[in-house]
């Protein structure tokens, strides 16, 4: 298990974090596997305490009246997602139908990022670029040091952010750009 860095005295993220507000003092309990990250804290408004485990490509957020509370509700749903035969649908339980490729469990209402295809519209990109796209173009192309910190923060999204920035070149060369935000 890894702790997120604002929890972790000395990082400039817990820095910050202290600046915002005190950091609610806590180890976590349960048997995080490895490869999991985990933070908590007490929500804004309402202050429902919470606790929030991200492993690769799921994440799981557990509410109580104590953080500890919400770590083994946290910890419970994990467990549960081990061992359910899961019966994935793009349909979030009680909620909406997402068509990004996200996944829910129908059974044990586990969560997946990339369960399927991304259900596309066509011709969706056949428009001039927006106001923030192209800004967003001119960012990826040319501000070389903001592309170095992104991939050595987020090596797993590169590979994402080079095709997006394919894709927008494409369409300024293709369609041009308008003045709309
Ligand atoms: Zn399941």
């Given at each position: 298990?890894?702790?997120?860095?604002?929890?972790?005295?000395?990082?400039?993220?817990?820095?910050?974090?202290?600046m915002l507000r005190p950091d609610p003092t806590y180890k976590p309990h349960r048997p995080w596997p490895a490869e999991c990250t985990v933070q908590w804290g007490h929500g804004i408004a309402p202050a429902t305490p919470f606790f929030e485990a991200f492993l690769p490509g799921t994440f799981i957020r557990g509410e109580g009246r104590t953080?500890?509370?919400?770590?083994?509700?946290?910890?419970?749903?994990?467990?549960?997602?081990?061992?359910?035969?899961?019966?994935?649908?793009?349909?979030?339980?009680?909620?909406?139908?997402?068509?990004?490729?996200?996944?829910?469990?129908?059974?044990?209402?586990?969560?997946?990022?990339?369960?399927?295809?991304?259900?596309?519209?066509?011709?969706?990109?056949?428009?001039?670029?927006?106001?923030?796209?192209?800004?967003?173009?001119?960012?990826?192309?040319?501000d070389h040091e903001m592309n170095e910190r992104m991939n050595a923060r987020y090596p797993e999204r590169?590979?994402?952010r080079e095709r997006l920035a394919k894709l927008l070149r494409i369409r300024m060369n293709l369609y041009g750009s308008t003045d709309e935000d």
């Open positions: 298990m890894r702790i997120a860095p604002h929890h972790v005295p000395g990082t400039a993220e817990h820095r910050l974090s202290e953080i500890a509370e919400a770590e083994d509700r946290a910890f419970d749903q994990y467990a549960g997602e081990q061992t359910c035969r899961h019966l994935w649908g793009r349909q979030r339980p009680g909620r909406d139908l997402y068509l990004n490729g996200a996944g829910w469990c129908r059974r044990c209402s586990a969560f997946r990022s990339e369960m399927f295809r991304p259900v596309v519209t066509l011709g969706a990109h056949r428009r001039p670029l927006r106001r923030m796209e192209v800004y967003h173009l001119d960012s990826m192309e040319n590169r590979k994402d």
